[in-house]
């Protein structure tokens, strides 16, 4: 549907944002970038989305200036309380515990760049998630299936993980990790893409 003008970078090895691009008919290589991940102290979870994605992004297109390269961060919060990939089952119980019943904020951060285009965008998407209410035994039982391990605020959102919403404000590509709708018009803006 889509043909890029110029040789496409994604950097990062999400395989959910490798389909998106994917169902937009894009050709792009993969080159995960290899950053800290660290927030620093005082920083937004806002910004700090912001900040990886440009890294990342910064990080591929300086090593391939002729490419546009595309970077990505999502992070989950709830009251400014970053909540990452779990480091096991039971983080990832206790991150569902704190979410459930509540609204949070996914927000993806994706960063442009095109080295010998002096092309350097930056921005950030959020989703507002409600979760609803579950019994421990239910979470628990989600979390022994694996799917959250991988993912920030430890679920997914287009797989079982879908049960714990209860609603959702704003862009649902976002949620599952890249805003498909603006990432588009970025390129488009720029002229680094064709309809086809």
Same mark, same amino acid.
């Given at each position: 549907?889509?043909?890029?003008? @110029?040789?496409? =970078? ?15 008919? &894009? ?7 290899? =950053? ?6 005082? $920083? ?15 990080? =591929? ?6 490419? @546009? ?5 999502? #992070? ?5 309380? =970053? ?7 039971? $983080? ?37 998630? *409600? ?5 421990? *035994?239910? &979470?628990?039982?989600? #979390? ?27 862009? @649902? ?10 990432? #588009? ?12």
């Amino acid at each position: 549907m889509f043909i890029a003008r @110029c040789p496409l =970078i994604l950097a990062s090895a999400s395989p959910r944002r490798q389909e998106y691009l994917t169902r937009l008919g &894009l050709t792009f290589r993969i080159m995960p970038a290899t =950053i800290d991940e660290t927030p620093e102290p005082g $920083e937004s979870p806002s910004a700090f989305a912001r900040r990886m994605a440009a890294t990342k992004a910064g990080q =591929i297109g300086d090593a391939h200036p002729e490419a @546009c390269v595309i970077g990505a961060d999502t #992070v989950v919060t709830l009251d400014r309380r =970053i909540f990452g990939k779990p480091r096991d089952h039971e $983080e990832a119980l206790t991150m569902l515990m704190a979410l459930q019943g509540q609204t949070h904020e996914v927000i993806t951060g994706f960063a442009l760049v095109a080295r010998s285009r002096n092309i350097e965008e930056v921005d950030a998407v959020t989703t507002l998630v *409600t979760f609803g209410v579950f019994a421990e *035994t239910i &979470l628990r039982a989600y #979390v022994d299936s694996d799917e959250p391990m991988d993912k920030a605020g430890a679920y997914g959102i287009q797989g079982i993980g879908s049960f714990l919403v209860q609603s959702l404000t704003g862009s @649902c590509s976002n949620v599952v990790g890249l805003p498909v709708h603006a990432v #588009v018009q970025s390129l488009l803006t720029h002229g680094l893409l064709n309809g086809g």
